[in-house]
């Protein structure tokens, strides 16, 4: 799915050319040929891939628990990638890449794929906070209330094995959001969390999935400022299914997708129910996609990087950080106590 994704992004996307595919999974491939075009040369072997000489750039986009070892062998080339979040399922692997990374020729652009940066409202929330529209930022709230997760080859995904974990898998966006919008690192992670409705009649090969369907978690950081996720995916009857909020010492911002709305409320200005209340849109989204064309945007981001030499935006640094966070979050909830973000990064 993610696969197809990427490629009609590309295919939206001036400058761009999808020239190869690789894929382990036949019904995989066909899917990635029907969207590519039949030109497309196909290989059954990333490695494969990677020694074709076809490609200037790659996108990983494969299982989570298959990144780190098809990273490896990425990363012993010169070409440019973008890996598809989480950027691996443990921080040790993260670390592994890191290094491996460290490594690379100067210029070769290493990008993780954590795209809802680049959703417009999203967006939009980021700028009015960093140009101080609610001062000095104390509270993050973040709500997905959504859909469970789909299908996915071998259902890989119904297991915290291959995924790292839902708050490794799913909340690594929003761990990452929250970074961004504090401008700081975490320094205490306490979660509360269960699979109480989803997959629960479910087998394969006998095993039940062991995935959890909600969680709250609560993220401290160094300064006093703290943020909040509620997860859900049993939700799918409702209006938002992403709700973002920062409040400060000046007022409070919220966005909403998939509507792109945004409201702005200033103390002293502004009372309950009468905020500032705005659509936003971004007119340079060529193709909307499955992430309300954040995924396009970071392809131009990503493009950017590597044929103007722009900075990279989101960085393996920021991919362990979301990684941390999650991996934090479920030791919370086995250890039943709070988890401090050094104990996982030790």
């Known amino acids: 799915m993610m696969?197809?994704?990427?490629?009609?992004?590309?295919?939206?996307?001036?400058?761009?050319?999808?020239?190869?595919?690789?894929?382990?999974?036949?019904?995989s491939r066909d899917h990635g040929v029907a969207a590519a075009g039949s030109a497309t040369v196909v290989f059954d072997?990333?490695?494969?891939?990677?020694?074709?000489?076809?490609?200037?750039?790659?996108?990983?986009?494969?299982?989570?628990?298959?990144?780190?070892?098809?990273?490896?062998?990425?990363?012993?080339?010169?070409?440019?990638?973008?890996?598809?979040?989480p950027l691996c399922t443990t921080v040790e692997d993260c670390r592994r890449v890191m290094e491996l990374d460290a490594r690379r020729p100067e210029g070769a652009?290493?990008?993780?794929?954590?795209?809802?940066?680049?959703?417009?409202?999203?967006?939009?929330?980021?700028e009015l906070v960093r140009d101080g529209a609610v001062g000095e930022p104390r509270m993050v709230a973040i709500r997905?209330?959504?859909?469970?997760?789909?299908?996915?080859?071998?259902?890989?995904?119904?297991?915290?094995?291959?995924?790292?974990?839902?708050?490794?898998?799913?909340t690594c966006h929003y761990f990452d959001l929250m970074n961004l919008l504090l401008d700081e690192r975490p320094v205490r992670v306490?979660?509360?969390?269960?699979?109480d409705v989803n997959h629960l009649d479910e087998r394969?090969?006998?095993?039940?999935?062991?995935?959890?369907?909600?969680?709250?978690?609560?993220?401290?950081?160094?300064?006093?400022?703290?943020?909040l996720l509620d997860l859900c995916m049993f939700a799918e009857a409702t209006h938002h299914?992403?709700?973002?909020?920062?409040?400060?010492?000046?007022?409070?911002?919220?966005?909403?997708?998939?509507?792109?709305?945004?409201?702005?409320?200033?103390?002293?200005?502004?009372?309950?129910?009468?905020?500032e209340e705005r659509q936003v849109r971004d007119e340079s989204i060529a193709h909307q996609g499955l992430h309300h064309g954040s995924?396009?945007?970071?392809?131009?981001?990503?493009?950017?990087?590597?044929?103007?030499?722009?900075?990279?935006e989101i960085t393996l640094e920021n991919g362990l950080w979301s990684v941390a966070m999650g991996v934090a979050a479920h030791r919370s909830i086995e250890w039943n106590r709070p988890v401090m973000i050094e104990e996982v990064m030790a």
Request: proline share 4%; net charge negative.
């Open 190 to 195: 306490m979660a509360s969390g269960a699979q």
């Open 204 to 227: 394969y090969e006998g095993r039940q999935p062991d995935i959890l369907d909600n969680a709250f978690v609560i993220v401290d950081y160094a300064s006093g400022a703290r943020a």
């Open 109 to 126: 652009v290493t990008w993780v794929g954590l795209e809802y940066r680049y959703m417009p409202a999203a967006t939009e929330l980021v």
């Open 144 to 170: 997905e209330h959504r859909f469970p997760f789909l299908d996915k080859v071998g259902s890989w995904n119904r297991f915290s094995a291959n995924t790292g974990g839902t708050l490794v898998e799913k």
């Open 295 to 312: 995924s396009y945007l970071e392809h131009v981001r990503f493009l950017a990087a590597i044929a103007d030499g722009c900075p990279v």
């Open 45 to 85: 072997d990333h490695r494969d891939l990677l020694s074709s000489g076809r490609c200037d750039a790659v996108v990983v986009a494969t299982p989570n628990h298959t990144h780190v070892d098809i990273l490896a062998d990425v990363l012993d080339t010169d070409l440019h990638v973008l890996i598809e979040k």
């Open 241 to 275: 299914q992403e709700e973002l909020s920062v409040v400060g010492t000046a007022g409070k911002v919220e966005a909403f997708m998939p509507q792109n709305e945004v409201r702005v409320g200033r103390r002293g200005e502004h009372w309950i129910g009468g905020v």
């Open 3 to 27: 696969g197809v994704e990427h490629i009609e992004n590309l295919n939206a996307l001036p400058g761009a050319e999808v020239t190869a595919i690789a894929d382990s999974d036949p019904t």
